[in-house]
C-alpha cells in the first residue's frame, strides 16, 4: 500500500503541475492570444470521451503511463527547436502535451478510487487531491523560473521530465480493469500480487471456520 500511495501521489503532483503550468504558458506563445486560449481549452474536450473507451479496451494503467509518457516527451521536443521554427509546429506540440496530460488528469481520479480499499477510499483520493494542489501552487514558480535564470526552456524540460518518470512509476501500479476492488486495507496490500495455492487454501480455511463459528 505505501509503495502504491506514493506513486499515485507523485502522478497527481506531476499532473497538477504539467496542467496548469502549461495553461500559463498559453499566453507565451506565439500567434493570437485568443486562437491559442480556444485551442488550450479545446484540447481538454477528447480525453474525456476517449478514456471511456481506453478504460474499456486497454486499461488504467496502461492509459496512464502511455499519456504521461507521449505528454512528456512532446514538451522535451519542443525545447531544443530553433527560433526560427515555425509558431504552428510548437504550437502543436505543447497543444499535444496538454492533451496527453489532461488525459492523465482523468484516469488518475478513477485509478486512485479503485487502487484505495474501500475503508480509507476517500482518505486515499483526498491525499492525492492534496498533492495535486501542491502541484498546482508550484506550477507558475517552476513557470517563471526560467525567466529569472534566462533560460525559458527551463520549465518546459521539468514538466517533460516529471511526466516521463512519473510514466514508469506508473507501471508498477496493478491494473484494475476487470478486477474486484479492494475492501480491506489487507485486499489492498495483495492488490496485484500472486498468491499461491497454499495461502489461497489457508484462507478459504480460515474463512470456513469464521463462517462455522458464526
Partial sequence: MRKKTIVLCCNWFTASLV?????????????????NFFISVSVEVPPIVMCLFMFKYIGRRITQSASLLLG??????????????????IIALTMFGKFCISMSFQVIYQFTS???PTQVRTIG????????????VLAPIVYDLGKYIKFHPLALIIFGS?????AFL????????????PETIEDGENFGKKINNNEM?????FNNEMEMVS
Avoid at 512528456?72 to 509546429?89: C, F, K, M, Q, Y
Avoid at 487454501?201 to 480455511?205: A, E, L, Q, S, V
Fill in 19 to 35: 496542467y496548469y503550468g502549461l495553461t500559463l504558458n498559453t499566453s507565451e506563445m506565439a500567434g493570437s492570444p485568443y486562437l
Fill in 72 to 89: 512528456g516527451v512532446a514538451l522535451l521536443v519542443v525545447t531544443p527547436l530553433p527560433n526560427n521554427t515555425p509558431s504552428g509546429i
Fill in 114 to 116: 479503485e487502487l484505495m
Fill in 125 to 136: 483520493l483526498s491525499t492525492g487531491s492534496m498533492c495535486a494542489r501542491i502541484g498546482g
Fill in 162 to 166: 516529471c511526466s516521463i518518470l512519473c
Fill in 170 to 181: 506508473s507501471l508498477m501500479l496493478p491494473e484494475t480493469r476487470d478486477r474486484n476492488l
Fill in 201 to 205: 487454501t489457508k484462507k478459504g480455511n
